[in-house]
C-alpha cells in the first residue's frame, strides 16, 4: 500500500536551480534506500542519487558536485536539491524506494514521476 508522491518538477533556465521532494505514505517503516532516477526521451533510465538509511550516498557522475541528495528517516521523504542545472538535465525525474523484507526479499516502490525542464 506504499505510494511515492513527487513533487518539486517544472521549467526552470540553465543555472537555476530545483529541489525535488518525494515522500512515502501508507507505510511506517523505515526504507533501507531512497533515490532518484532520470529518463529523458528517447534514453533509458540512469540512477541520479540514492541515499541509504545509514545516510551514505551516491551520485552519478554527471550530477556530483552540482546535486544533493537527502533524507528525512522519520518522515520516509527524499530530497533532491539541484543546482547549475543544464539542459543535459532534462528528463522525468522519478522516485524510488527499496524496503528489505524477509528471507532476502525486497520490495520496490517508484514515484510516477516529475519533469524537469532546463530551457532558455
Known amino acids: 500500500q506504499v505510494q511515492l508522491v513527487e513533487s518539486g518538477g517544472g521549467f526552470i533556465q540553465p543555472g537555476g536551480s530545483l529541489r525535488l521532494s518525494c515522500s512515502a505514505s501508507?507505510?511506517?517503516?523505515?526504507?533501507?534506500?531512497m533515490g532518484w532516477y532520470r529518463q529523458a526521451p528517447g534514453k533509458e533510465r540512469e540512477r541520479v542519487a540514492i541515499?541509504?538509511?545509514?545516510?551514505?550516498?551516491n551520485y552519478a557522475d554527471s550530477v556530483k558536485g552540482r546535486f544533493t541528495i537527502s533524507r528525512d528517516n522519520a518522515k520516509n521523504t527524499v530530497y533532491l536539491q539541484m543546482n547549475s542545472l543544464k539542459p543535459e538535465d532534462t528528463a522525468v525525474y522519478y522516485c524510488?524506494?527499496?524496503?528489505?523484507?524477509?528471507?532476502?526479499?525486497?520490495?520496490?516502490?517508484w514515484g510516477q514521476g516529475t519533469q524537469v525542464t532546463v530551457s532558455s
Open positions: 524510488k524506494a527499496l524496503l528489505s523484507r524477509t528471507q532476502g526479499l525486497i520490495d520496490s516502490y
Open positions: 541515499i541509504t538509511i545509514s545516510g551514505f550516498k
Open positions: 501508507g507505510s511506517i517503516y523505515r526504507f533501507d534506500s
